[in-house]
């Protein structure tokens, strides 16, 4: 740690930055002034030879800074939990940890605060809409990367991009007035539940889960595809025993970030769900999740309900820092195999 | 004739050791691939189906509504029902939207040239790529929670346009962040060798070349973040309150489009500005993004 800028450029594995290298190693080390004594010994000193000692501080300075910048993101998820926690945990000491993610019944009037509805109807909405939408979105990768053609795939992606960034609570305008009506017809409910959050999340995952399974399938060598076609094999069987194969890493990656995107979906579920705290009797029911509780319950929540609303904010920040670790898990383990 | 009876029969022989090839054999692998195929192709077909049916949706229900567009869009609503325009909305939109993007910017392009340039692979820098991924996977809503306890409360801040900024701004950063990396590290090596071997400091060099290379695509990262930023209901619901203001201050509260087509839709009393402010939203974000894409196409063909 004695000198950032030179441990900086010597231990950078290859020589990314050769000049780069040159110049901090003939820099003189702070105390040292005067001009370096690395300068060659044939010939006069050139500038090219040494910087400054002003240079050298005002380099080392802005990399400092440029550190403190990337930092930023350390201090923003530390500040989150500790906020959102400061809020939260005392739910934890109030009811204990056991009774606020055992308990069954989430009736803030009568002063129990049990999540485990809460969690069950998250779950069963994410894992519908997974269901429905990881299929659909590795069929639509595996499309862009080796079924379309370059002027189809010019017009497909775009469309899977653009979805991606209509807001969320579009879709759910989408779901509440287009798509309920119809569930609500042939079901002849009012069409809030299950059915109608499964179809929305599932459009809503898919550009996430078909945009890194794309990625993905890229990366998979092209010698390994005509290896395959070369024995023989039809591009299904290719894309089917080899490329999903080869990419499923990144494939999986791909799935329990669309996942984390269901699961802490708000706004679209909210106006889909139709949000009652029990475990539907049906999928055409309406239910609660942990993100719909939060807004539905906020506005008018105090004292130990607002604790706990926080404290279900707690459960799903672990539970998005739970999916980004295991993603982590899962690349080192792919690395290390291969 | 004995030699080709022995082979025959061993030829059955491997393929009866082998029962699964032969079943398969039985139906053609051309036959396979046409399905396959065609599945995958109706995969696809439904993906842009949904954006497409999605996208007439709103535009058919919204431009309805839209009679008007520069009274919609330029006067207040009036009444209990929020009848007439929404101007505030937009307002609010636009100020959170771009006070964040102002924040986050230099904080991202700069969190992103160290990781690029001066970041060695080690313990800091998998904690800071750790970091990012998890503050881009926070859902939404835990943001808005995190912006109310810490801007709003703690910092006393109150329900304004700094607090929504705020907010918001850690939801763009891992965004910026990354895209801003990849561009810089999609300029090529030889450009910063030549910077180097002009004498050029490293601070020049990447001031001065690499950041300058990389502007169009860090571009497209701000826009696509922004984008999001604009379309974020549940984060600034918590941060900058649901009162229909026009805010001139950053410290004052109002309502953004989101949060608007939430209300109008939930309420259900007038879905009329629900569905004009949806399109107008809808539009907006559309335009940051399509911006976003006719950026990185130019540069692509300026570059070859």
Same mark, same amino acid.
């Given at each position: 740690?004695?000198?950032?800028?030179?441990?900086?450029?010597?231990?950078?594995?290859?020589?990314?930055?050769?000049?780069?290298?040159?110049?901090? +190693?003939?820099?003189?080390?702070?105390?040292?002034?005067?001009?370096?004594?690395?300068?060659?010994?044939?010939?006069?000193?050139?500038?090219?030879?040494?910087?400054?000692?002003?240079? /050298?501080?005002?380099?080392?300075?802005?990399?400092?800074?440029?550190?403190?910048?990337?930092?930023?993101?350390?201090?923003?998820?530390?500040?989150?939990?500790?906020?959102?926690?400061?809020?939260?945990?005392?739910?934890?000491?109030?009811?204990?940890?056991?009774?606020?993610?055992?308990?069954?019944?989430?009736?803030?009037?009568?002063?129990?605060?049990?999540?485990?509805?809460?969690?069950?109807?998250?779950?069963?909405?994410?894992?519908?809409?997974?269901?429905?939408?990881?299929?659909?979105?590795? &069929?639509?990768?595996?499309?862009?990367?080796?079924?379309?053609?370059?002027?189809?795939?010019?017009?497909?992606? =775009?469309?899977?991009?653009?979805?991606?960034?209509?807001?969320?609570?579009?879709?759910?305008?989408?779901?509440?007035?287009?798509?309920?009506?119809?569930?609500?017809?042939?079901?002849?409910?009012?069409?809030?539940?299950?059915?109608?959050? #499964?179809?929305? @999340?599932?459009?809503?995952?898919?550009?996430?889960?078909?945009?890194?399974?794309?990625?993905?399938?890229?990366?998979?060598?092209?010698?390994?595809?005509?290896?395959?076609?070369?024995?023989?094999?039809?591009?299904?069987?290719?894309?089917?025993?080899?490329?999903?194969?080869? $990419?499923?890493?990144?494939?999986?990656? $791909?799935?329990?970030? %669309?996942?984390?995107?269901?699961?802490?979906?708000?706004?679209?579920?909210?106006?889909?769900?139709?949000?009652?705290?029990?475990?539907?009797?049906?999928?055409?029911? =309406?239910?609660?999740?942990?993100?719909?509780?939060?807004?539905?319950?906020?506005?008018?929540?105090? &004292?130990?309900?607002?604790?706990?609303?926080?404290?279900?904010?707690?459960?799903?920040?672990?539970?998005?820092? $739970?999916?980004?670790?295991?993603?982590?898990?899962?690349?080192?383990?792919?690395?290390?195999?291969? | 004739?004995?030699?080709?009876?022995?082979?025959?029969?061993?030829?059955?022989?491997?393929?009866? %050791?082998?029962?699964?090839?032969?079943?398969?054999?039985?139906?053609?692998?051309?036959?396979?691939?046409? @399905?396959?195929?065609?599945?995958?192709?109706?995969?696809?077909?439904?993906?842009?189906?949904?954006?497409?049916?999605?996208?007439?949706?709103?535009?058919?229900?919204?431009?309805?509504?839209?009679?008007?567009?520069?009274?919609?869009?330029?006067? #207040?609503?009036?009444?209990?029902?929020?009848?007439?325009?929404? #101007?505030?909305?937009?307002?609010?939109?636009? /100020?959170?939207?771009? @006070?964040?993007?102002?924040?986050?910017?230099?904080?991202?392009?700069?969190?992103?040239?160290?990781?690029?340039?001066?970041?060695?692979?080690?313990?800091?820098?998998?904690?800071?790529?750790?970091?990012?991924?998890?503050?881009?996977?926070?859902?939404?809503?835990?943001?808005?929670?995190?912006?109310?306890?810490?801007?709003?409360?703690?910092?006393?801040?109150?329900?304004?346009?700094?607090?929504?900024?705020?907010?918001?701004?850690?939801?763009?950063?891992?965004?910026?962040?990354?895209?801003?990396?990849?561009?810089?590290?999609?300029?090529?090596? /030889?450009?910063? #060798? %030549?910077?180097?071997?002009?004498?050029?400091?490293?601070?020049?060099?990447?001031?001065?070349?690499?950041?300058?290379?990389?502007?169009?695509?860090?571009?497209?990262?701000?826009?696509?973040?922004?984008? +999001?930023?604009?379309?974020?209901?549940?984060?600034?619901? /918590?941060?900058?309150?649901?009162?229909?203001?026009?805010?001139?201050?950053?410290?004052?509260? %109002?309502?953004?489009?989101?949060?608007?087509?939430?209300?109008?839709?939930?309420?259900?009393?007038?879905?009329?500005?629900?569905?004009?402010?949806?399109?107008?939203?809808?539009?907006?974000?559309?335009?940051?993004?399509?911006?976003?894409?006719?950026?990185?196409?130019?540069?692509?063909?300026?570059?070859?």
């Amino acid at each position: 740690m004695t000198d950032p800028l030179d441990r900086g450029g010597r231990a950078t594995p290859g020589d990314r930055r050769p000049a780069a290298d040159l110049l901090h +190693r003939e820099a003189p080390a702070p105390g040292v002034s005067g001009p370096s004594a690395l300068v060659p010994p044939a010939g006069p000193p050139t500038r090219l030879s040494t910087i400054s000692r002003a240079t /050298y501080l005002k380099e080392a300075g802005l990399k400092n800074l440029f550190l403190l910048c990337a930092c930023v993101a350390v201090a923003g998820v530390l500040l989150i939990f500790l906020f959102v926690g400061y809020r939260g945990f005392p739910i934890f000491g109030k009811l204990g940890i056991a009774a606020f993610l055992g308990g069954r019944t989430w009736s803030p009037s009568a002063g129990s605060f049990g999540v485990l509805s809460l969690i069950i109807n998250s779950l069963l909405a994410t894992l519908g809409a997974l269901a429905i939408g990881a299929p659909l979105a590795i &069929g639509t990768a595996v499309f862009l990367s080796d079924v379309a053609s370059p002027r189809v795939r010019e017009l497909v992606r =775009p469309a899977v991009e653009l979805l991606a960034g209509i807001p969320s609570v579009v879709y759910g305008l989408f779901g509440l007035l287009a798509l309920r009506p119809i569930i609500a017809k042939t079901s002849g409910g009012l069409g809030f539940g299950l059915a109608a959050a #499964w179809m929305i @999340l599932a459009i809503m995952v898919v550009p996430t889960i078909a945009a890194i399974s794309e990625d993905a399938l890229r990366s998979v060598p092209d010698g390994i595809r005509e290896a395959s076609y070369a024995m023989g094999a039809t591009k299904w069987q290719t894309i089917w025993r080899v490329l999903l194969p080869a $990419a499923r890493v990144g494939i999986i990656d $791909a799935v329990i970030l %669309g996942m984390g995107r269901a699961i802490g979906e708000t706004m679209a579920v909210l106006m889909v769900a139709g949000n009652a705290a029990v475990v539907p009797a049906g999928i055409f029911k =309406p239910f609660l999740t942990l993100t719909t509780v939060i807004v539905l319950e906020m506005p008018y929540a105090s &004292g130990d309900h607002r604790t706990a609303l926080f404290g279900v904010a707690i459960m799903l920040f672990l539970i998005s820092m $739970a999916f980004v670790a295991s993603i982590r898990l899962i690349s080192r383990l792919g690395r290390e195999r291969s | 004739m004995s030699d080709t009876g022995g082979r025959s029969e061993k030829t059955n022989a491997s393929a009866s %050791g082998v029962p699964p090839t032969r079943r398969r054999e039985l139906v053609d692998k051309r036959v396979t691939n046409a @399905l396959a195929l065609g599945v995958i192709w109706c995969f696809a077909l439904a993906t842009v189906a949904a954006l497409g049916s999605l996208l007439l949706y709103v535009v058919i229900n919204g431009a309805r509504e839209l009679a008007n567009p520069i009274e919609f869009i330029f006067s #207040w609503p009036k009444g209990v029902n929020a009848e007439g325009g929404i #101007w505030p909305t937009i307002q609010s939109t636009l /100020y959170a939207t771009g @006070l964040a993007m102002i924040i986050v910017t230099p904080i991202a392009v700069l969190a992103a040239v160290y990781l690029a340039e001066y970041a060695v692979q080690g313990r800091l820098v998998s904690v800071i790529r750790f970091a990012a991924d998890s503050l881009a996977s926070v859902p939404s809503i835990v943001m808005g929670l995190f912006g109310l306890a810490l801007f709003v409360e703690a910092a006393g801040i109150g329900f304004s346009a700094l607090s929504a900024a705020l907010a918001l701004s850690f939801l763009m950063l891992p965004i910026v962040m990354r895209t801003t990396e990849e561009a810089i590290r999609s300029v090529p090596k /030889y450009i910063r #060798w %030549g910077s180097y071997g002009l004498g050029a400091s490293k601070w020049q060099t990447v001031s001065r070349v690499v950041l300058p290379a990389a502007l169009p695509r860090i571009l497209t990262g701000l826009l696509l973040a922004t984008g +999001r930023a604009a379309g974020e209901t549940a984060v600034v619901i /918590y941060t900058m309150g649901t009162s229909l203001n026009a805010p001139i201050s950053p410290l004052e509260g %109002g309502r953004t489009m989101p949060v608007h087509v939430m209300l109008m839709a939930m309420e259900g009393i007038n879905l009329k500005a629900a569905y004009g402010t949806a399109l107008l939203l809808v539009i907006m974000v559309l335009a940051f993004n399509l911006t976003a894409r006719y950026i990185v196409r130019r540069t692509r063909r300026m570059q070859g």
